[in-house]
């Protein structure tokens, strides 16, 4: 497994919702074994950092169950409000990404991964309806809660989803804070 991790990562419930603390988890065999260039990740950065989201754990790993899991449980540790995971969502034998995060999610945010696969559809990519994409959350009260986004590996899918957390994120973080809606975190409901 490939980790970055910055030094400094606020509790998600104290996190200001201007600049939100967000972890970007790639999971791909053949990027964790160094034989091909992570690019979704690097996109997914890209689109946070410019809408003034704090990237501050990054990390790279191969399809498998435990390590999924244990990098997600990781980055949940840094500090994060949020964490964007690409790729492993498609229906591939080694596409393990739902598997090893639904037992950790506390609810299932369902909008998301039909977000996911519209825009990839909308894009031009039909494949997109193939994709198991999807959105939630993690939560233990008192501790932790975390939004979870996992879009395709794909850059044009790691796009979406970081889009999403963009449009998404402050919000939740609000919410998950105690926040009431419309509180001027621009994502109303």
């Known amino acids: 497994m490939n980790t970055a991790k910055d030094t400094q990562h606020p509790s998600s419930v104290d996190a200001p919702c201007s600049s939100l603390e967000v972890a970007i988890v790639t999971?791909?065999?053949?990027?964790?074994?160094?034989?091909?260039?992570?690019?979704?990740?690097?996109?997914?950065?890209?689109?946070?950092?410019?809408?003034?989201?704090?990237?501050?754990?990054?990390?790279?790993?191969?399809?498998?169950?435990?390590?999924?899991?244990q990098t997600v449980k990781?980055?949940?540790?840094?500090?994060?409000?949020?964490?964007?995971?690409?790729?492993?969502?498609?229906?591939?034998?080694?596409?393990?990404?739902p598997q090893a995060v639904a037992p950790l999610?506390?609810?299932?945010?369902?909008?998301?991964?039909?977000?996911?696969?519209?825009?990839?559809v909308a894009a031009g990519a039909p494949?997109?309806?193939?994709?198991?994409?999807?959105?939630?959350?993690?939560?233990?009260?008192?501790?932790?809660?975390v939004l979870v986004i996992a879009a395709p590996g794909s850059v044009g899918g790691a796009k979406d989803g970081a889009e999403l957390l963009v449009q998404l994120g402050r919000h939740a973080a609000h919410q998950l804070a105690g926040g009431d809606h419309g509180a001027g975190d621009g994502a109303s409901i």
């Open 127 to 145: 494949g997109a309806l193939l994709s198991r994409g999807f959105g939630g959350i993690i939560r233990e009260k008192g501790k932790y809660e």
């Open 27 to 69: 999971v791909s065999d053949r990027s964790a074994a160094g034989e091909r260039d992570d690019l979704s990740g690097p996109a997914a950065r890209e689109v946070l950092e410019a809408a003034d989201f704090r990237v501050s754990f990054v990390a790279t790993v191969p399809d498998s169950r435990k390590q999924i899991r």
């Open 105 to 120: 999610l506390t609810m299932q945010l369902p909008g998301i991964g039909e977000e996911l696969r519209r825009r990839g």
């Open 74 to 97: 990781e980055a949940i540790d840094s500090g994060v409000a949020a964490i964007l995971l690409t790729g492993g969502t498609g229906i591939a034998p080694r596409d393990k990404t």
